[in-house]
Nanobody, 123 residues
Framework: QLQLVESGGGLVQPGGSLRLSCAASGLTLDFYNIGWFRQAPGKEREGVSCITRRGFSVYYVDSVKGRFTISRDNASNTVYLRMNSLKSEDTAIYYC????????????????WGQGTQVTVSS
């Protein structure tokens, strides 16, 4: 089975940047579309971005368009989420997830999940 481990979260000031990483092991990552999700306290898990198997298509929720960039390096079994111009409302636990099917903003199509990494945006 596929294992996913997120890293790169932390505390950043508003307007700052972070790059999250999702490292995969156990199976070849290029079989999967990879999504990034986030969950803030008291809120539902929200789809943030998704990238297809070879990286030819990418998707973003409207609130992060122009600020976040998803990418993947299948040679190293890693997917990234570059986050620029961070806002307080971006504060959440960020998860990566793998789907054999289509990219989706819904959590249900995803077969494997990481444990999450905390992103806190505060002055």
């Amino acid at each position: 089975q596929l294992q996913l481990v997120e890293s790169g979260g932390g505390l950043v000031q508003p307007g700052g940047s972070l790059r999250l990483s999702c490292a995969a092991s156990g199976l070849t990552l290029d079989f999967y579309n990879i999504g990034w999700f986030r969950q803030a306290p008291g809120k539902e898990r929200e789809g943030v971005s998704c990238i297809t198997r070879r990286g030819f298509s990418v998707y973003y929720v409207d609130s992060v368009k122009g600020r976040f960039t998803i990418s993947r390096d299948n040679a190293s079994n890693t997917v990234y989420l570059r986050m620029n111009s961070l806002k307080s409302e971006d504060t959440a636990i960020y998860y990566c997830a793998a789907a054999k099917g289509y990219c989706s903003a819904n959590v249900f199509p995803y077969d494997y999940w990481g444990q999450g990494t905390q992103v806190t945006v505060s002055s």
